[in-house]
């Protein structure tokens, strides 16, 4: 078991990530919490963190949760996430480009075996 910080510890800690020492007792308490991060932090907060920005809005209550797709539902969240780019017509034609192209290669190449 991690020994526990001491004050000093939390309060160079908490000095990091930019928040003031007496906001600590607010960490942890959601039906005391008064503000949402905007979607440029969760921007943010994605790219730093690695995760998805679909599920930092989703936490942060920018976008309803949704349930994931099954497994075998792939196809489904593409197309999904797709719809939520919301390309522009050269985009979306460049996008057609592209899969008629590869289209054509997985066919010939599964007919040479």
Not at 4 to 19: Q, S
Request: glycine share 8%; hydrophobic share 40%.
């Amino acid at each position: 078991m991690a020994p526990a910080a001491t004050p000093r510890a939390a309060t160079r800690i908490v000095g990091l990530f930019g928040a003031r020492t007496r906001d600590i007792g607010r960490f942890g308490r959601p039906k005391r919490r008064t503000w949402t991060p905007g979607t440029q932090s969760c921007d943010i907060d994605a790219v730093v963190l690695g995760v998805d920005i679909d599920t930092v809005l989703t936490l942060a209550g920018h976008r309803p949760h949704i349930d994931e797709p099954a497994p075998d539902d792939r196809l489904a969240a593409i197309v999904a996430r797709l719809r939520r780019l919301k390309l522009t017509d050269d985009e979306l034609s460049g996008f057609e480009d592209f899969v008629t192209v590869w289209e054509r290669q997985t066919k010939a190449q599964r007919r040479r075996g």
